[in-house]
């Protein structure tokens, strides 16, 4: 009964706010197409859908708004009026009472709160759908205090999520079925990739590990500060890490004022996101303005804060590859080898014509090169981009869904700081001295030592195994054709003339390739 209710109050909203007519007009079914008319009737639908959506979503509560939210980055999927609404959602909820915020953590820690917590505040400093946060004092076996936050799991989430988790499948396996771009739109994998984020963020010892491996990878950096995470009181549902302070990033006059180099602040962010992406392929990917801190203490003036990391991004060796080959190519306006990389990677049919691919990759991305951020919108590249993709039945891929929001955010953070900011140039030398690394000798070399106990390993056995194959007699299954190479010492020394000789030309290669982008990086040559 109550997902009954439920459904007809969704339903009822989605009439309120014209949904149906955003929806259904796509729908094949005649008997749909004339409900949707139907239901039209006599409603104020002047709003823009797009407008009219979010307004819905956000009276349909949180688990609504993190849906379109997470929908806001599939722009590949969505039209850009309707994109640009949704991701104007805010996951701002009323706090839940610290009585229960109190009780939860004592149910996690089996322990009087004053016996873990010198000093507790019971005003959340802020809270969204999935949790809220609160300021501590924290007493360890020693006597000893740390300022901390602690975050408290919203009580009763689990259930909640899964009522309308069951409603939102069940409503896109409906579009999937009946609507004329269902298969394009792909509703049921979207939901599905929801279904797994919010599952993730549920779970407050994942977030804690992947701050925990955050701040591993940038340890080096000296760029960006991640607070430590207390692994005695971490529960599933409670989170005690380090208090961070610092100025929003979205503060721009305070930052100022602080005396915070604006321009190096937002080169700061291309790099910080370029490394974790390239180097490490784990990155924080809810870097909007809400979750970015600036620090203005004396040791660490002018770093990045980074907090809640219940969204991370990670990327294989192939797709970080995959990518930097993309944005080198886009860099050197080489349209060609990206739409080469697009037939390459399966994106795009086999039979696509690279050429046609090419011209349309070109008209899209030639308008917006040598201009400042403050003149272009990478949104826009990639929206038009999206749409030129539909053409050519590019599919997007599901790893890189989280990249591309990322590296919205990692804009608008760019415009909000130095709007004469070049995005391209502050990332071109970055990705080339990663390729460098990656298709170089330094890899080659990395790969060897790495290898290098298990080469160690069958040396030894090498010269046994070698005689007792030679030893073969013919009967015994030794190829007819390998036994006359065997016989035959002149061209055995011949083959192994070749080996070597193949072997140096290799080892020249190498050298010869990392002089050529070596030359092309110092002298800007390309």
Request: charge should be neutral.
């Amino acid at each position: 009964m109550k997902r009954l209710l439920r459904a007809t109050y969704i339903a009822w909203v989605a009439l309120r706010y014209g949904l149906d007519e955003l929806v259904l007009t796509s729908f094949r079914h005649p008997g749909v197409r004339l409900a949707a008319r139907i239901a039209s009737v006599g409603r104020d639908l002047s709003a823009p859908r797009g407008q009219r959506l979010r307004e819905a979503l956000q009276r349909l509560g949180p688990i609504f708004v993190k849906f379109g939210q997470v929908l806001s980055t599939r722009r590949d999927l969505l039209p850009p009026d309707v994109a640009d609404e949704l991701a104007r959602l805010q996951d701002r909820v009323p706090p839940f009472p610290a009585e229960v915020a109190i009780a939860t953590i004592e149910r996690a820690f089996r322990k009087p709160l004053g016996d873990i917590f010198s000093s507790f505040e019971r005003e959340p400093v802020a809270s969204a759908s999935i949790a809220q946060v609160h300021f501590a004092t924290l007493r360890d076996e020693h006597g000893r205090e740390r300022e901390v936050a602690v975050k408290v799991l919203r009580p009763g989430m689990q259930k909640v999520i899964e009522q309308d988790l069951d409603l939102i499948r069940t409503m896109a396996g409906w579009v999937e079925r009946l609507s004329a771009d269902g298969k394009r739109l792909k509703p049921r994998e979207v939901v599905a990739e929801f279904d797994k984020y919010l599952h993730d963020e549920l779970d407050l010892v994942r977030e804690a590990a992947s701050a925990a491996q955050l701040r591993r990878n940038m340890a080096g950096l000296d760029l960006v500060l991640i607070p430590e995470m207390f692994w005695d009181w971490i529960r599933p549902d409670v989170l005690v890490m380090e208090r961070m302070t610092g100025i929003p990033i979205g503060q721009v006059d305070r930052l100022r004022e602080a005396g915070v180099d604006l321009k190096q602040l937002a080169r700061d962010g291309v790099t910080i996101f370029f490394t974790q992406v390239f180097r490490d392929g784990f990155f924080h990917a809810d870097m909007h303005p809400g979750n970015i801190m600036v620090s203005v203490a004396p040791g660490t003036f002018g770093r990045y804060v980074s907090l809640d990391f219940g969204i991370v991004g990670t990327l294989t060796q192939t797709d970080k590859e995959y990518l930097a080959q993309n944005f080198t190519a886009f860099f050197r306006r080489d349209y060609k080898r990206v739409a080469e990389l697009h037939v390459e990677s399966g994106w795009v049919p086999a039979d696509t014509r690279v050429d046609e691919l090419e011209s349309a990759i070109r008209s899209v991305c030639e308008p917006y090169f040598d201009r400042p951020l403050s003149q272009i919108s990478l949104g826009m590249v990639l929206m038009r981009l999206f749409q030129t993709s539909r053409r050519f039945h590019v599919e997007i891929q599901p790893q890189l869904v989280l990249l591309q929001k990322t590296l919205l955010n990692v804009e608008g953070l760019g415009r909000q700081l130095d709007p004469e900011l070049d995005l391209w140039a502050t990332a071109k030398p970055f990705l080339e001295k990663w390729m460098l690394e990656q298709v170089g000798p330094k890899r080659f070399w990395r790969e060897l030592k790495e290898q290098a106990p298990y080469y160690a390993k069958m040396l030894p056995d090498l010269p046994r195994l070698l005689h007792g194959y030679l030893q073969q007699r013919p009967d015994e299954g030794l190829n007819a054709q390998l036994l006359e190479v065997i016989r035959e010492q002149r061209r055995t020394n011949r083959l192994l003339a070749a080996i070597l000789y193949a072997g140096a030309g290799f080892l020249l290669g190498l050298v010869a390739m990392q002089l050529y982008i070596w030359v092309r990086i110092n002298f800007n040559w390309g």
